[in-house]
């Protein structure tokens, strides 16, 4: 990868996005997303904004070296999965869990923790 231009595009459709959407989530233009690609060079704001929003590795968008995102954490990655599931299918079986493990209560939660620590030691 030789180019910001490059890797912007990479990155659009390795997040399986349009250009537009990529732009409104920056709140710029798909044009200037577009010029961006062509040849242009964002701005260290604009670079700030990419890597966060989208959770990308600041150096690979620069220099294309290191993987293109980082790493999440333990709660980045429940948050990731809330949103996804959010996105999907309207009462989907994984909307409905999630919704019906949000609803347990804590005597509950000690309940699901013993059944899963069952099943585990059944399949050792």
């Given at each position: 990868m030789n180019s910001y231009g490059e890797r912007i595009s990479e990155l659009?459709?390795?997040?399986?996005?349009?250009k537009t959407a990529f732009a409104d989530k920056l709140n710029i233009t798909q044009p200037y997303v577009s010029k961006l690609i062509k040849n242009g060079t964002p701005s260290d704001r604009l670079i700030e904004d990419i890597c966060e929003k989208f959770n990308v590795n600041e150096k690979w968008l620069r220099t294309g070296e290191e993987e293109m995102f980082r790493p999440l954490n333990r709660n980045d990655e429940i948050a990731k999965l809330t949103s996804d599931l959010f996105k999907g299918e309207k009462n989907s079986f994984k909307?409905?869990?999630?919704?019906?493990?949000?609803?347990?209560d804590e005597s509950e939660w000690e309940m699901l923790e013993k059944i899963a620590e069952k099943i585990a030691k059944e399949k050792d």
């Amino acid at each position: 990868m030789n180019s910001y231009g490059e890797r912007i595009s990479e990155l659009i459709t390795k997040l399986g996005i349009t250009k537009t959407a990529f732009a409104d989530k920056l709140n710029i233009t798909q044009p200037y997303v577009s010029k961006l690609i062509k040849n242009g060079t964002p701005s260290d704001r604009l670079i700030e904004d990419i890597c966060e929003k989208f959770n990308v590795n600041e150096k690979w968008l620069r220099t294309g070296e290191e993987e293109m995102f980082r790493p999440l954490n333990r709660n980045d990655e429940i948050a990731k999965l809330t949103s996804d599931l959010f996105k999907g299918e309207k009462n989907s079986f994984k909307e409905r869990l999630i919704l019906a493990l949000a609803g347990l209560d804590e005597s509950e939660w000690e309940m699901l923790e013993k059944i899963a620590e069952k099943i585990a030691k059944e399949k050792d």
